[in-house]
């Protein structure tokens, strides 16, 4: 076989340790589905040339910009940018957030090439304000580069991008902090036992989360990062979200039993990032990516676009030299235990339900709303005291000393558009849960059953088109809902039953029994099996109640 044809900036001996080259050097394929099928089953992975012209094939093939600058481009204006300084002594764009370069398999000469390509891609496009994956991206991309200039020509297409449903590589800082958040939010509903590690061992763990594009552009090993690289090509942004959450679930897998210190846990996931080849192989890797069952493309956008939403909402946009805005405030900053006062929880116990709610709620703290104990047994007042908050927080005490409730992810005023009747409302973000005697959260079937619904028509044909805001008197700027039941095809309303109440009851969950069933005394209750929450019964199936709180998400700015 014809030794493969490196270019300069690769040192071949480092190149054929780490990628083989022995596969295919010809792609025929034009079909999307066939196309996703082989970026998955690595068809070019073994083939340095065949990489290449995938690569050069899949860049070109992304709309972009009127103007997007092209290799010519950088013909033009590498050297006035460079001038005679020694390429490995350039310094980085400020937008990189002092990320190092990563080398891969890369000699001298290459590493310095990268330098110059990254100033001059902050020269062509200074609307970039933070971007600390694009190192990586451009790393990865002069190893299957003719030179520099071909090099810069697809980091700029692929900044360039002007598809609407198509996102690639975050650049402002807005952006990226809301990728972590809406990560967090993933790992909480797909990586449950991770999770509960990391808020075991994390005073802060969005900071953890935070790490989440580093595992993929940059600690992980060129031959994993290629492989990412090459399905996020052909299928998308959806794809990292994916193998970073596989990378967790090993992770867990691994060091769950062992400990782990708060001021290292970061470090801990780097390291196992680093060297996960004792681990699992890339094949392994994305066979474990491809099985977690996620939300649509339709839904995270929705994700995203909340939690950016939430972020400009306390002027989180842009970085802080001296302290991260974003700092979640969480744990020991969110449940103060100097001012926590709940007649039914502990602070570790409200600390533990925060760790489950939505990232963009868990940047505020907990304000009591409603105490059975303080507004007396009345489930009017419970009606008036929460309408007007979103979200909220149900806790129950039984005379049993059982401990169970509910997050409710919509205003409780809702229920008057039922003309006094019962109706369900909410969003597929509602869970209920127990925490005495023992802690379990139930939260939507369709989460860990995602085949019990399909994407609606609209989605289906229209899966890049820009996205409905809700059709509902809300305000227009309201965004359409995170987990809408409109946005999915259920086999019936039980599945979709999230939330009820009327002048002589409170109902959460339905179909086939009731998660939680309140009556208008706030004296007596029961709970069931549900086909909602897909629950088993929250304490003993008829209760009495000892206690109601419920909680609302107060801004520490506004205090």
């Not at 080849?277 to 990516?289: F, Y």
């Not at 069952?293 to 802080?320: C, D, H, P, Y």
């Not at 609209?458 to 946005?487: G, V, W, Y």
Request: glycine residues 6%.
């Amino acid at each position: 076989m014809d030794s493969p044809g490196y270019n300069c900036f690769v040192d071949r001996d480092k190149m054929e340790a780490a990628i083989q080259d022995l596969g295919p050097k010809e792609l025929s394929c034009t079909d999307l589905q066939e196309l996703k099928q082989l970026a998955r089953q690595g068809y070019w992975a073994q083939s340095h040339a065949l990489r290449g012209k995938v690569y050069q094939r899949l860049i070109r093939d992304i709309p972009c910009r009127t103007v997007t600058p092209d290799a010519s481009v950088y013909s033009d204006i590498v050297g006035k940018i460079v001038g005679k300084h020694s390429s490995s002594c350039l310094p980085l764009p400020e937008f990189v957030d002092n990320t190092q370069v990563p080398s891969y398999c890369l000699n001298t000469r290459g590493e310095g090439a990268v330098r110059k390509i990254l100033l001059c891609i902050a020269n062509q496009f200074p609307d970039i304000s933070f971007c600390p994956a694009l190192p990586a991206v451009v790393a990865l991309l002069l190893h299957y580069s003719i030179d520099e200039a071909e090099c810069f020509e697809k980091a700029c297409r692929i900044l360039a991008c002007n598809d609407p449903g198509r996102r690639l590589i975050d650049q402002s800082f807005l952006a990226f902090e809301s990728s972590c958040m809406t990560f967090g939010d993933l790992v909480n509903k797909y990586c449950q036992a991770a999770h509960k590690l990391m808020v075991a061992v994390s005073e802060d763990i969005l900071q953890v989360y935070a790490d989440w594009q580093r595992w993929l552009f940059g600690e992980l090993p060129l031959c994993y990062f290629a492989r990412v690289f090459d399905v996020f090509l052909v299928e998308g942004y959806k794809v990292l979200y994916r193998v970073a959450l596989a990378i967790l679930k090993f992770f867990h897998k691994v060091r769950a039993g062992q400990p782990l210190e708060s001021d290292s846990v970061k470090q801990d996931i780097r390291m196992f990032v680093k060297d996960i080849a004792k681990t699992v192989s890339p094949e392994k890797l994305l066979e474990k990516a491809f099985a977690i069952r996620l939300f649509s493309r339709k839904e995270i956008q929705l994700l995203q676009m909340a939690n950016e939403k939430a972020l400009k909402q306390k002027g989180i946009t842009v970085k802080q030299k001296s302290v991260s805005l974003s700092k979640r405030q969480f744990v020991h900053l969110a449940v103060h235990a100097e001012n926590f006062r709940s007649e039914i929880v502990s602070v570790r116990e409200m600390r533990d339900i925060w760790s489950w709610v939505p990232e963009r709620f868990a940047l505020c703290q907990p304000l009591l709303l409603f105490s059975s104990l303080q507004h007396g047994y009345s489930l009017a007042r419970f009606y008036f005291q929460c309408e007007g908050h979103e979200p909220t927080l149900l806790l129950i005490k039984t005379t049993q000393k059982e401990v169970c409730g509910a997050y409710l992810s919509t205003d409780w005023s809702e229920r008057n558009k039922f003309g006094g009747k019962l109706g369900f409302f909410g969003t597929g973000e509602c869970f209920v849960f127990r925490l005495q005697p023992e802690v379990q959260r139930y939260e939507w079937v369709v989460i860990k059953h995602p085949e019990l619904t399909k994407p609606t028509p609209l989605m289906a044909a229209e899966p890049n088109a820009p996205f409905s805001h809700s059709t509902s008197s809300d305000p227009a700027d309201r965004l359409s809902p995170f987990l809408a039941t409109r946005h999915f095809n259920l086999p019936s309303k039980t599945e979709s039953m999230f939330m009820a109440g009327g002048s002589d009851c409170l109902i959460i969950g339905g179909g086939g029994g009731q998660a939680l069933y309140i009556d208008g005394d706030l004296n007596r209750g029961r709970t069931s099996h549900c086909d909602t929450f897909n629950n088993q019964p929250l304490c003993s199936e008829n209760f009495l109640i000892a206690a109601v709180e419920a909680w609302g998400f107060q801004d520490p700015d506004t205090q």
